[in-house]
Nanobody, 114 residues
Framework: QVQLVESGGGLVQPGGSLRLSCAASGFTFSSYVMRWYRQAPGKERELVAAISSTGGSTNYADSVKGRFTISRDNAKNTVDLQMNSLKPEDTAVYYC???????WGQGTQVTVSS
């Protein structure tokens, strides 16, 4: 079965950086688009970034463009999200997801606060 395990979250000051990682299993990872989403308290889950199956194409929400970078390692079945210049409004639980599968991981909490 599909399993997604996110890690790397934590508490960081505004302007700081974090690198999130998602370990995937239970499907042919290299065949699927992978996405990072986030959900802040009281808000709907929103798409943050996406990466094609080969890693050759990426897309970002306007709110994170130029600050976040999504990448993947198909040999290790992982997808990462490098987050720089973090802002308090980036505070949320971050999730990864594979297209066409309904499974979500447990998420990893990112808190940006001084």
């Amino acid at each position: 079965q599909v399993q997604l395990v996110e890690s790397g979250g934590g508490l960081v000051q505004p302007g700081g950086s974090l690198r999130l990682s998602c370990a995937a299993s239970g499907f042919t990872f290299s065949s699927y688009v992978m996405r990072w989403y986030r959900q802040a308290p009281g808000k709907e889950r929103e798409l943050v970034a996406a990466i094609s199956s080969t890693g050759g194409s990426t897309n970002y929400a306007d709110s994170v463009k130029g600050r976040f970078t999504i990448s993947r390692d198909n040999a290790k079945n992982t997808v990462d999200l490098q987050m720089n210049s973090l802002k308090p409004e980036d505070t949320a639980v971050y999730y990864c997801k594979a297209d066409f599968f309904a499974s979500w991981g447990q998420g990893t909490q990112v808190t940006v606060s001084s």
